[in-house]
Structure formats: C-alpha cells, structure tokens
C-alpha cells in the first residue's frame, strides 16, 4: 500500500505564496517522479509541475517563473513553492507519484488533493 498526504492548501490573497508539501509513504522501493496536478472547477486536471528521478523537472506554462517544485529524497517529500500567486490559480492541486513497490512495476498513485484559493 502507497499513502501520499498533502498539506499547505489555504487561502490567500493574490500575489502571496504558498508551500505545498506531499509525503509519501508505504511499501515504496523505488521513485521514478513526483509532480503537482490542479483541477479547477469545471476544468480538466492539468499537470502543474513534476520533478524526476535524476531531479530534472517540467512546468507547464502558466506558472513557470512564479512555482518551484523541489524534493527531499530521503524523506520522499515533494514540495511546491507557489509565489505570485493568482486567482487563475485557485484549483484543487493533487500530489501524484510514480513509483514502484516489490513487484518492480511502476504504477501511478494520488493523493486526495488540497484546496488552494487566492483572493482577487
């Protein structure tokens, strides 16, 4: 079993920050990535920002410039630094990993999201 538990989700006003942190937890054996996903009401769930194995990294458009998403591999935690915050940012975000267990095979895993809203 994999657990993935955010944390840092609130409300803010725009131009704030915020960190987001995702914890991973379970029968991991190895991490292929980690990455940040949003879903903002009646939108698809886009990919925010993902981090790899060998610590390269992928932002979409819209917030490169303004978040950093960073790991610590001993703890396997990925975080979120979100400055500049919008209102456009307003959306669930969700933790999402790649990892594999025993088995060997890699599988894709979830967390249950946290609520980000930014005041306009």
């Known amino acids: 079993q994999v657990q993935l538990v955010e944390s840092g989700g609130d409300l803010v006003q725009a131009g704030g920050s915020l960190r987001l942190s995702c914890v991973a937890s379970?029968?991991?054996?190895?991490?292929?990535?980690m990455g940040w996903y949003r879903q903002a009401p009646g939108k698809q769930r886009e990919l925010v920002a993902s981090?790899?194995?060998?610590?390269?990294?992928n932002y979409a458009y819209s917030v490169k410039g303004r978040f950093t998403i960073s790991r610590d591999i001993a703890k396997n935690t990925a975080y979120l630094q979100m400055n500049s915050l919008k209102a456009e940012d307003t959306a669930v975000y969700y933790c999402?990993?790649?990892?594999?267990?025993?088995?060997?095979?890699?599988?894709?895993?979830w967390g249950q999201g946290t609520q980000v809203t930014v005041s306009s």
């Open positions: 999402n990993l790649v990892a594999s267990r025993t088995t060997g095979a890699y599988e894709t895993y």
């Open positions: 379970g029968s991991i054996r190895s991490i292929n990535a």
């Open positions: 981090i790899r194995r060998d610590g390269s990294t």
